[in-house]
């Protein structure tokens, strides 16, 4: 009996109901990057390349691992990427 | 709704002691051939003898069908409603039925019980089920294991608590709070002059808290803080203090709930909280006008999440909204736009004349005592202050005057540099009296506890009057 819940829009509906993604920066001059192992095996074959690749284009990494990718990565972690970096690459599968 | 069968048709209930006496009838009236149907709306088991019975638990076919009482009876030819009858009468059975002898052994008369349709809260829950309530609003459904209230945050609607999440049941019963139109245009809200409708006030209003009840007076402080001269645009993008509060005056203040005694200017009343939330909302979400956006407000203030209260009105003074120009008992709110409470503390002033000479000092600090005829002010006086008035015979107006004579200030003291201050008037006023207020720039309301020799001065906004914004008063309808 109960379907899914319908809020109605409170605001003049000028932007679209599905929320934007973030803007992608014109560029990463100046800009950190922050590189999220989730701990997904060989995951990190492929973060490792792409760490060199954007080293090698001058670009500040950061590494950072979720201890386990079967939970959601620990508010500590997630409050700490947000502080140090600008931007973030997360690997979301095998 | 699938046309009716023609035939009996009975809507009832097992929990209903008269549905439950009717019972036994079905059978005799089907025994004929007359198609007898009955619509259950809590006992798919109940019904014995008719010969179909249709489980009415989603109450589909009750809320079609209008019904207010169980048992109800309805004969139908060519699929139309010809008569019904509720209860149990004896004798409308009967001619309805068509059946002389029926009930003979029953009570002539037994009154029903009411239909599951008119349980609090199911009728909304019915007319957006069934589809009889229509929005112009964007539905925004959200996903299965997302939490409403947080789903409101993450959209960007809250002012930073959590809000009561818009569902349509919630809006319908929020637009029983007022005759008008949902569709209506109230104005354009600023910052983006995007057109708002009623629909959309009681959408934010849900949000904010509000009861059905509170609508009207939400409707006329959105409609009032549109009025030109208010100045809502520039309340809200001013790197100032201020925002809109509001004053309510008449007597649906106290029929709503309203807090005007104890702690009047402060939190825990649902009517004074939300209404003036409600407000904020609709700038924030209908208007696009967020802090850091348009918003520009160098330090906020937090009368900016709601500031809202009732006049205590009392027979020896005046109320805001008859100074105001409207008739004593007439529903009105007052928009003033408002920075913070600063308390006046005077115990020892027992006339007039020392109290409004404690009440003209303390007012000389909006904005800066070195500063005059910028912003306005709001004179907050409790009960035990107002008793100094009343028993001196002061009216309102005369307390307003002499607070106008005591207000013009020596020019001497409040030009650039004086008092080794930069900041003042300037040099020009040297050697003037200067009044502190624009004319007009005073509003005094009574409001408060009954014990505490305090009263409180409220500042408006440095632009206060032409130039930004000018205090506005509405007639709150229904």
Known sequence: MNGPTVLLDPTAELAPVARALSARPPSLDGKRVGILDISKARGNVFLDRLDELLQARGVTVRRYRKPTFTRPAPVELAQRIAAECNLVVEGLAD | MPSLPDGLVVVAKRECPTCTLVEPLLAELAADG???TVYVQDDPAFGRGATRVVDDTRLEHSYALDVEIVPTLIRVEDGREVERTYGWHRGDWQRISGRAGLGAALPEVRPGCGSLTLEPGVSETLAVRFGK????SRAVEIGAAEDPEEACFARGWSDGLPVIPPTRERVLRMLSGTTRDPGEIIGMVPPDLAPCTVEKVAINAVMAGCKP????????????????EFGMHGILCTTMFCGPLVVVNGPIAQAIGMNSGVNALGQGNRANATIGRALQLVIR???GGRPGEVDRSALGTPGKYTFCFAEAEHPQWNPLSVERGFARGTNTVTLFAGEGVQGIVDQKSRTPESLARTF????????HPKLAMAGDALLVVSPEHSRVFFDAGWSKARLLEELTALLQLPGDEMVVGAGGIAEGLPLSMKGTRVPKFRPGGIQIVRAGGSAGLFSAVI??????GPVGSTPVTKEITT
């Open chain 2, 34 to 36: 007359t198609p007898v």
């Open chain 2, 133 to 136: 309530a229509k929005f112009a």
């Open chain 2, 213 to 228: 009840e509170y609508l009207p007076v939400v409707l006329a402080a959105v409609e009032a803080a549109l009025i030109d």
């Open chain 2, 285 to 287: 979400n209908v208007g």
């Open chain 2, 360 to 367: 003209a000092l303390c007012m000389r600090a909006v904005d």
């Open chain 2, 459 to 464: 500042a408006g906004w440095a632009a206060s």
